[in-house]
């Protein structure tokens, strides 16, 4: 875009004032594949991942390969942000009051309920009457971690401004608070700080945070003066993650302008930015391309972590929406500053919704003029000297009534029927899987590295590393043939136990224990594996370095331990049904390793879970190091696991009383006519009843 001639300032603008099309960087979003495992587990690395861990891109060559990918973010948002299942938009009641009216624009206090009993505030900023058309275009404006939330008004900064200008433009306008700022003060901004019993349930600040901005625009369509048709977002920082996020999720969008927040270095620096299991497989950049094609600018400053967006950032969402044949609806700027929304910033911003919102070219008419902020006194609806509405949840109450949401939407889906079991199971198999961040590997992901086979007393035993390809994973194990296994059709069992493969062989032999010699006699095969960090892979220092940065996000970038040896599961029973002769595949655990596998449970064809007697009548055992997954109470934890796998058989002994996810499974099952192939025991069964199980379960598929 440089041209000879032109004055140095002129240049310099016009340098860092990109079009698309520039040449995008060969970079993925995954280790590269490789033809090799690795010689050790590199999930368990040292250290984990970090928001400032860099990010790279993925090579996406298709569109329809990059809309696979966007509807996995889109997911993966919505589980981390405990939206999944999206939750009923219950009435506003919004308020709407106080209008002043000034040069060009008019200003009134908002007020409504985002949930029922919790208040999201803001001013509204909209043309004069008469001033321009009688719709015009709806923009919301999020702010970022500015000590003055939406009142922020500094050279560095003004959120006033932006509101003011658009409305002189033909907007209507609405800046809201995030979470704790100003108004919106029933919580702190940091309420849930490093509190993983919320996170169990899908409650976070980022995910409240997310469905107040999806609120806010559900709150702009119910204006009679607003377009339906040309809705838009804009802010910076951490408003910039909020634009993303709103972004990717909601078409009603017509345009988004995420600034100084697109970045593949640091991600954001505050919960409210980082839900947990929100970036271990997805990063800013893939987030913010998941607006595509609809128009979308993207400002980067020259002294913040957005600095290579000439170079990384743009340049790799411009080749999604090259995929799409719109590269112009993409623009990406830099600027010399530091972390801002300067007047510079904004009047980027100005001008290419003008383009596509206002169809207005004229460059002129979408300056900044001058402006003057209201008294903050003026400004705020609920002051600090001023009691909350008689309704507003206190803390405790909102957490209360967020957690019975979550129950309450599994609930309402319980499976009656055949119908309802396949409804259940289309809402809730997608959740389980971002939940649990696994994926059932294809065959052609599937890497193996064999020893030579050995032969024992009606056996053939063959150990293996297992893992898939980029993923890091390298699972040692052990696979037991019965005798003439090649001309069989088999059945296969998956055993799972807390110390690995050690657990099912004679101690100091490695010549198979009686639970396992009692399958191989019944003509199944059997597959032992350490799962991560257990057996040959357990490793007390990587298990200490996984808990000690909790506090830093840990669960918004990494999996947990009981996710990886899920996961784990899923990739056993995976290779399984590559191996010539398998039909079918059953999965047993013992201790904990029956929860692992239970929640395993859709990728098999019968479970049989020793439910270790685990307490599900309180969080405490699921916020242990082995048994914590983000979200995993807000899924339906154990009940709706063994659910998506119904009417399979299914085995669940060792429950105690208070293993309440017995009962409701139970529920199930007699609705759908299955009860004979669901069993649930107080006690533990021994090696012989569980062997006699899996062969009856396996002769009924």
């Known amino acids: 875009m440089f041209r000879p001639g032109l004055p140095v300032a002129v240049a310099l603008m016009c340098l860092l004032m990109v079009a698309p099309g520039a040449p995008i960087m060969p970079v993925s979003a995954d280790p590269p594949a490789s033809a090799h495992l690795p010689a050790t587990d590199t999930r368990a690395a040292v250290p984990p991942n970090t928001l400032d861990t860099l990010r790279t891109f993925p090579p996406i060559k298709t569109q329809a390969e990059w809309e696979a990918r966007r509807n996995a973010i889109r997911e993966q948002i919505l589980v981390s942000c405990g939206l999944a299942p999206l939750p009923p938009k219950t009435p506003l009641k919004a308020r709407v009051f ?68 658009f409305a002189r433009q033909g907007y209507v306008a609405f800046t809201y608070d995030m979470v704790g700022y100003n108004d919106t003060r029933q919580v702190t901004h940091r309420v849930w700080a490093n509190d993983r019993r919320h996170w169990l349930w899908g409650i976070s600040e980022m995910g409240l ?48 302008g995420p600034c100084v927040m697109v970045s593949h270095s640091m991600q954001g620096g505050c919960l409210c930015e980082n839900a947990p299991g929100l970036r271990v497989d997805y990063s800013n950049m893939e987030i913010a391309a998941c607006a595509a094609p609809k128009p979308q600018i993207m400002v980067g400053a020259a002294g913040d972590w957005t600095r290579t967006m000439l170079t990384v950032e743009g340049p790799s969402v411009a080749s999604i929406y090259a995929l799409y044949g719109k590269p112009d609806n993409l623009e990406y700027a830099l600027f010399p500053f530091n972390h801002n929304i300067n007047q510079t910033s904004r009047e980027a911003v100005y001008s290419f919704f003008g383009k596509t919102l206002l169809h207005e070219t004229n460059a002129a008419k979408l300056k900044e003029p001058p402006y003057k902020m209201e008294a903050v006194a003026d400004l705020r609806v609920f002051p600090d000297d001023q009691p909350l509405p008689s309704d507003a949840k206190t803390p405790q109450a909102l957490t209360d009534s967020l957690i019975l949401l979550g129950q309450t939407e599994v609930q309402r889906r319980k499976p ?73 059709k088999l059945s296969a069992v998956v055993l799972a136990h807390p110390n690995g493969r050690t657990a099912f062989l004679e101690a100091g ?59 784990d599961i899923l990739t056993a029973v995976a290779y399984l049904r590559t191996r010539p002769g398998v039909q079918t595949v059953a999965l047993a655990g013992q201790g904990q390793a029956g929860l692992w596998a239970l929640l395993a449970a859709p990728a098999a064809d019968a479970v049989a879970a020793d439910c270790a007697r685990l307490d599900l009548t309180t969080d405490d055992a699921l916020l242990t190091e082995d048994l914590y997954a983000p979200g995993l109470r807000r899924l339906g934890d154990f009940q709706t696991a063994a659910v998506l796998a119904a009417p399979h058989p299914l085995l669940l002994h060792n429950t105690g009383d208070r293993f309440v996810a017995a009962g409701w499974v139970q529920e199930v099952y007699s609705a759908l006519g299955a009860a004979p192939v669901m069993r649930a025991e107080a006690s533990p069964l021994t090696d012989a009843a569980l062997t006699d199980w899996l062969k009856h379960s396996m002769e009924k598929r």
Request: proline letters at 6%; hydrophobic letters at 35%; zero cysteines.
């Open 416 to 488: 009656h029927d055949r119908r309802s079991l396949t409804l259940f199971q289309k809402t809730y198999a997608p959740i389980w899987q971002h939940t649990l961040a696994v994926e059932t590997p294809k065959p052609d992901q599937l890497l193996t590295e064999t020893t030579p086979s050995t032969s024992g007393e009606g056996y053939t035993r063959t150990d293996l590393h297992l893992g898939r390809a980029g993923r890091g994973d390298s699972i040692p194990v052990t696979l037991f043939l019965p005798p003439n296994s090649a001309k069989s």
């Open 509 to 567: 032999t490695g010549v198979p224990g009686m639970l396992v010699r009692r399958l191989l006699a019944l003509g199944q095969a059997v597959l032992l594996f350490d799962a991560f960090l257990t057996g040959e892979r357990a490793d007390a220092k990587a298990l200490e370095a996984r808990q000690r940065p909790f506090g830093e996000f840990f669960d918004t970038y990494n999996r947990t331990n009981l996710q990886e040896r899920v996961q």
């Open 209 to 256: 945070q997310t469905w107040n901005s999806l609120r806010a625009l559900d709150f702009l369509l119910t204006l009679p003066d607003v377009d339906k048709n040309r809705l838009a977002i804009t802010g910076e920082s951490g408003g910039g993650t909020q634009t993303m996020m709103l972004g990717a999720i909601d078409d009603r969008l017509a345009a988004v």
């Open 98 to 165: 106080g209008k002043v009216v000034r040069d060009g624009y008019t200003i009134e206090k908002v007020s409504f309920q985002t949930y029922p009993g919790f208040y999201l505030a803001g001013n509204l900023y909209r043309p004069l009457p008469g001033a321009v058309a009688t719709t015009h275009p709806g923009v919301l404006i999020a702010h970022g971690h500015w000590d003055e939330g939406r009142m922020a008004d500094t050279p560095n900064g003004s959120i006033p401004a932006r509101a003011i200008t």
